[in-house]
């Protein structure tokens, strides 16, 4: 197996270990979001969430509306974006509710950003409340940060989206490996209809090394298994959970 990809993926494509991975990303999602998902490899969280917001809300009429606690990752990605933005007070779906009263008519798309494990406390969004306001809103486009869920949470460890009523519904799903998965790299779960050239980081940067890229065969042997959320949403983790992978 070579120890480097030697070049970007758009320059050296064919390595077939992110292939793998990301059909295997793919397929592992699809059986809770229905048939138009697809997987993309990032290097980091940070490549991930910096190169997809300003590629989504970079395009004009998209207002961005953010948790107040998000990731300094996602922030550098609504600054690199240039789209009008506010950030509701953490956790408070009222206040997010009354800037999309405010705010929604006015453009074409709403990307609302929240992370669904914040880091630093523990705290997790309310995702089902986040898709009744997708219903009420149907310009929202639902972007969930799920570094600190992936590999704790959910059906086999897939995090809060997939473990609530309508994960299909969640447009843009960002998750990492350097956490739960103990490796490095970052991806991201979208529809397929969001095509992979509307975001260039994701051409331009080198690639991971390929080894990397085999956590498709240990992830594969984790028990298709429900890790249950502890708490409600909005409160802290105990300091006593076993929920890990």
């Known amino acids: 197996m070579p120890l480097t990809s030697s070049a970007s993926r758009l320059l050296a494509p064919r390595q077939i270990e992110y292939t793998n991975l990301e059909v295997f990303l793919s397929l592992l999602y699809r059986k809770h979001r229905g048939g138009d ?23 004009g ?22 789209a009008p933005f506010r950030r509701f007070r953490h956790n408070d779906f009222n206040h997010l509710e009354q800037l999309l009263h405010e705010n929604a008519s006015q453009h074409r798309n709403i990307l609302v950003i929240v992370e669904s494990v914040y880091s630093m406390d523990g705290d ?18 639902l972007y969930v ?50 095509p992979r050239e509307h975001c260039p980081k994701f051409h331009f940067f080198h690639s991971h090394p390929t080894y990397a890229g085999c956590l498709d065969t240990v992830l594969s042997r ?8 502890q708490g409600t949403p909005g409160t802290p983790w105990p300091a006593t959970s076993n929920s890990i992978i």
């Not at 998902?37 to 395009?59: R, W």
């Not at 897939?158 to 799903?173: H, M, R």
């Open 37 to 59: 998902t697809s997987a993309l490899l990032f290097n980091s969280g940070y490549h991930a969430n910096t190169g997809l917001i300003a590629s989504i809300a970079g395009g």
């Open 61 to 82: 009429n998209t207002m961005i509306l953010a948790d107040k606690l998000v990731h300094a990752s996602i922030i550098d990605g609504i600054i690199l974006s240039r």
């Open 124 to 141: 997790k969004a309310d995702i089902e409340r986040l898709l009744r306001l997708k219903k009420e809103y149907p310009n929202i486009l």
């Open 145 to 194: 940060d799920e570094a600190h869920a992936f590999g704790v949470i959910g059906p086999k460890g897939l995090g809060l989206a997939a473990a609530s009523s309508a994960p299909g519904e969640v447009d843009i799903i960002v998750g990492t490996f350097g956490k739960a998965a103990a490796s490095m790299g970052a991806f991201a779960i979208v529809h397929a209809r969001l």
């Open 222 to 229: 984790q028990p298709d298994s429900e890790r249950q959320p």
